[in-house]
């Protein structure tokens, strides 16, 4: 028997991509107990939205204009405790899987992955659970049980903020591009890559940009 619309579970979408929001909109809305109730291309129409139509789901990507996907995630969850939260990104999980849920997701899958397993981890969080790739649910459980330290990577100490810029410098993206991309101001990512100099006990402009192209190459390579 199909679920009638009052009982379907109710879906946000928050994607700047309209292809890529299109066909999981149609992927979703193909489902009997599923439906789409909204979509958004960044982070302020998406948490006005979420506001608004008071979904059960809301897929995030991570890479949005203005704030990221990470601090969506946050201001989300500042107005909504129990609203179920999962990623749906191009970014390399292991660079992101611990801080989305710590952010407060529930979980995490690659634009890569093929739809039963989107699907999958749709329903999966929607039921309360986590989820996570089967490769990174062992890392994941050592660091929410507090088995092991985080890692000993010193740019895990970096604000989200700061370590989207740093990998954004990794990239060779200069200040203002990052500040354009961010819809910040040049001053603002002036302050950041000195607190992230800071904290990565680099002394100079040159160092930063070097050590991070280093580590963006070095994660690239696997």
Known sequence: MLATAAARKRVFLVDDHPIMRQGLAQLINHETDLVVVGEANDSSAGLAGVVDHKPDLVVVDISLPGKNGLELIKDIRSHNK????LVHSMHDEGLYVERVLRAG?????????????????????LSGEIYVSGAMSGKILEIFSGRRPTTQDPVAALSDRQFEIFQMIGQGKGTRKIAEEL???VKTVDAHRANIKEKLRLRSGVELMSYSVRWVENQRAG
């Not at 129990?82 to 939260?85: C, E, G, P, S, Y």
């Open 183 to 185: 819809s910040v101001s």
């Open 82 to 85: 129990t609203v179920a939260l």
């Open 105 to 125: 997701a529930q979980g995490y899958i690659m634009k890569q992955e093929g739809a039963k397993r989107v699907m999958d981890a749709i329903r999966k969080v």
